[in-house]
């Protein structure tokens, strides 16, 4: 058996995936326990589509943005008719192997604290501990007035319940539990806060939001007690993620990127692996 080269952590990995493992484990077994970052391109491989190409362009048309949601009606008839047909999408989706391989990372002690950008809770489905849902979870919906909370499930089926035209419907699954449905929205009836007739909201922090300042500083203290930031499929062009890798290279932290194409840290990396996640990872967590 031919033995794997040896491959600096300070480096560039394309196109290989066991190059790019022989140069992640490394770097976790310098540097670790590392905290993790991960975004949409994680979650890719169980089905959930990410928003940006490998440039870091939009793929599609931005997200809604939370200004809209709350000021116009027109936008929560849109947002909650499409979510009939996007959410089950992401409600039945299941942890993949990069989501399994850093669950089994952690427990062999090379990563700590994971925060994720992602609300599809698959990391915790996989049984990674310690994580921090930076921009909530899709999964819980929350009342904009009184606080009122409950599962997305509920709200899905009193929606349905409410528009019955709009359950046979279909179209092309979109990030985040949204679809490429295009109907009549202005028929489309919403379900209300059943306590105090409010404005429901999935338990997410919408673009034009500010992540809580509590998780933020909890992300950010569990980096700085950490030995260095490996960042996963995220390409950072949102600077509530980016912010993490700032703080990293302020603290004279190594970073490493594992993702496809561009990101908005390339110049701040310590090690750059533009590689496919799952087979890296995969290699990484059960190595020769």
Request: aromatic share 6%.
């Amino acid at each position: 058996m031919t033995q794997a080269p040896v491959i600096s952590e300070s480096a560039t990995v394309t196109d290989n995936a066991a190059r790019a493992a022989v140069a992640l484990r490394t770097f976790l077994d310098t540097h670790g326990p590392v905290t993790v970052l991960t975004g949409a391109g994680i979650s890719t491989d169980s089905g959930i589509p990410d928003y940006r190409d490998g440039e870091g362009e939009w793929k599609r048309r931005q997200p809604v943005q939370h200004q809209e949601f709350m000021l116009e009606p027109s936008v929560r008839q849109r947002y909650w008719a499409r979510s009939l047909v996007g959410w089950p999408v992401m409600q039945q989706a299941r942890p993949n192997a990069a989501h399994l391989a850093l669950a089994q990372l952690q427990q062999q002690g090379l990563i700590g604290t994971v925060i994720t950008q992602n609300v599809d809770r698959l990391h915790q489905q996989a049984g990674t501990r310690d994580v921090i849902d930076l921009h909530g979870r899709a999964d819980e919906v929350l009342c904009m007035s009184c606080g009122y909370r409950c599962s997305r499930l509920t709200v899905h089926d009193r929606c349905a319940d409410l528009n019955p035209d709009f359950r046979q419907l279909s179209a092309a699954a979109a990030p985040d539990g949204d679809a490429d449905l295009e109907a009549d929205f202005e028929r489309f009836r919403i379900a209300d806060c059943p306590d105090c007739s409010g404005i429901l909201k999935p338990d997410v922090v919408y673009f034009g939001d500010n992540v809580p300042r509590d998780r933020v500083d909890q992300a950010r203290a569990a980096l700085e007690n950490s030995g260095g930031l490996l960042v996963i499929g995220s390409s950072l062009m949102v600077f509530s993620g980016f912010r993490f890798c700032r703080y990293a290279a302020q603290a004279d932290l190594p970073i490493a990127l594992l993702n496809r194409g561009r990101t908005r840290a390339d110049e701040l990396a310590t090690l750059k692996l533009d590689c496919a996640i799952g087979p890296v990872l995969g290699q990484v967590a059960t190595p020769l």
